[in-house]
Every structure is written in structure tokens, then in C-alpha cells.
């Protein structure tokens, strides 16, 4: 019995607070609508700061049973991962790394979640570029997840970084993973610069406008997950059946991605 009772935690739903959603701002469909990022001076709750990176708490905390805060990436509106530079990109991904685990080893959640979403198809409500750190205090957010959903088909390795296409998605059909030590950030920064840069402009003949990401702790490593986003697949939503793409047009994506790597440049 206390083996199902923890099984039934790790897949508790995560419940929605609809009356506190309603209040919440939203500036990608809409543009013309104000951003509460931009107006510096009105932000409150603020954890830490770090030049114009901000980690902050969520004012719409909308999922109960949860610590949901916003880690502010930069103070230029439309930036985002793609358009950084090489050293503002590896700023942002060690300051919201850092504040991931810490709150991971502060011990106060069940998990501790660090995620992004860019664009319309992402799921996230505002265009100015943000992470967001979420503990859970009931719930693993980790517990369906394999380590061979964190790996796959070999892109590159560079150094102690290695860039994999899943052969095994979480949700299909192609992500992408950058996996390295927790003592090479820079690095790792610097191959999702490139994955991105390849989603946005590349891949699919430049028809895709969002990704999310996602950051997994792996013992001494972590692995970024990077996912371009169209439409859901209606065999994910209705029966948790992932697809992937063959292996000629697995080859053919990293055949890509690698040209990218090569010439790749701040």
C-alpha cells in the first residue's frame, strides 16, 4: 500500500487556479498589451538580482501546492537566447542554474522544476524573455522521465558536453539534448545558443516560431532538453504515444545541426 500511495503522488495532477489566472497579463498573441517585466520599478518580491537578470516571485501563482517564481533573463523585451550574445547567454544560464539548485538543495520540495517557453505555440503568456524555477511540494516532476528520454541519436560532442537527438521522446517527434557537468555551464550555454538559433531559423525550413525548454539534474551533470513546437500530436494528448522521426531524418537533422556547430560564431 505505501508503494502505491507514493506511486500516486509522483502522478497527482497539478490543479489550476482558474480565478487567480484571470488576472494574468499576456503580450504574445497580443503585443500591444503593457509587459510587467519592462516596468522595472513596479517588480516586487524580488529574490535576487545580477546586472538586468531579476528572480523574482510569480504574482500569478495559478498551480496550488506550488513555489512558482520568474527569473527575469534580460531587460531587452525581445531578446532571447537566439539573439544573446556568448556572454550574456552563459550569464543567463548560470544565474538561473545556480538559483535552480539551490532551491533544489534548500530541501523544501518534493522536485524543483526550471523551464522556459518561447513563442506562441509554447504555452507561455509573455513575449519578454524568462525562465521560471517551480518547486513542487507534493508532486516528482521527474518520476515519469528516463534516462533514455535524456539521450539518443549522437549530434556532436564538445568537450565534456554531448548534443543528442531522442530516440526515445518524452513527447516527439524531435528534441534535442545538451547534456554536460555541472562545472561546464559556459559550455553547455554556448550548444543551446546553437540548437536554438538552428529551431528558429533552420530547422523545418525556418517555419518554427517556438520551443520550450526544459532543465533536468542528472547526479553530477544536468541535461537541457530543447523542444520545437507546432501542434501537439493528437496520439500524445489522447493516449501518451510519443512518435519520433525516422532514423534517415534523424541523421539528416543532425547533419544540419553539425554544420551549425561548425560555424558557429557570437
Known amino acids: 500500500m505505501a508503494e502505491r500511495r507514493r506511486s500516486t503522488l509522483h502522478h497527482l495532477p497539478l490543479i489550476f487556479d482558474t480565478e487567480i489566472a484571470k488576472g494574468k497579463p499576456e503580450n504574445i498573441r497580443h503585443p500591444q498589451h503593457a509587459c510587467p517585466f519592462c516596468d522595472r520599478q513596479q517588480l516586487t518580491d524580488i529574490l535576487a538580482t545580477e546586472n538586468d537578470r531579476i528572480w523574482l516571485l510569480n504574482k500569478f501563482p495559478t498551480l496550488q501546492a506550488t513555489w512558482q517564481t520568474i527569473v527575469i533573463e534580460s531587460s531587452d523585451h525581445t531578446g532571447d537566447i537566439s539573439t544573446y550574445s556568448s556572454s550574456q547567454n552563459r550569464a543567463v544560464f548560470a544565474f538561473a542554474i545556480k538559483h535552480w539548485q539551490a ?105 518554427c516560431d517556438s520551443y520550450n525548454l526544459f532543465v533536468y539534474p542528472q ?28 532514423p534517415k531524418r534523424m541523421r539528416a537533422i543532425a547533419d544540419e545541426l553539425r554544420q551549425k556547430f561548425a560555424t558557429a560564431t557570437d
Open 103 to 207: 532551491t533544489i538543495a534548500s530541501g523544501r520540495f518534493k522536485s524543483v522544476l526550471l523551464y522556459k517557453n518561447f513563442g506562441p505555440h509554447s504555452g507561455g503568456s509573455l513575449r519578454h524573455p524568462h525562465m521560471q524555477i517551480v518547486g513542487l511540494t507534493a508532486v516528482d516532476g521527474y518520476a515519469k522521465i528516463t534516462a533514455a528520454n535524456l539521450t539518443g541519436y549522437p549530434v556532436m560532442t564538445i568537450g565534456p558536453v554531448a548534443v543528442t537527438i531522442s530516440d526515445q521522446p518524452v513527447m516527439g517527434f524531435v528534441e534535442f539534448n545538451v547534456t554536460a557537468p555541472l562545472t561546464a555551464i559556459a559550455t553547455l550555454a554556448d550548444a543551446v545558443q546553437v540548437v536554438v538559433r538552428y529551431l528558429l531559423h533552420t530547422y523545418f525550413q525556418g517555419r
Open 219 to 246: 547526479d553530477s551533470q544536468i541535461t537541457v532538453k530543447v523542444v520545437p513546437l507546432f501542434n501537439v500530436s493528437p496520439y500524445y494528448i489522447g493516449y501518451q504515444l510519443t512518435q519520433a522521426d525516422t
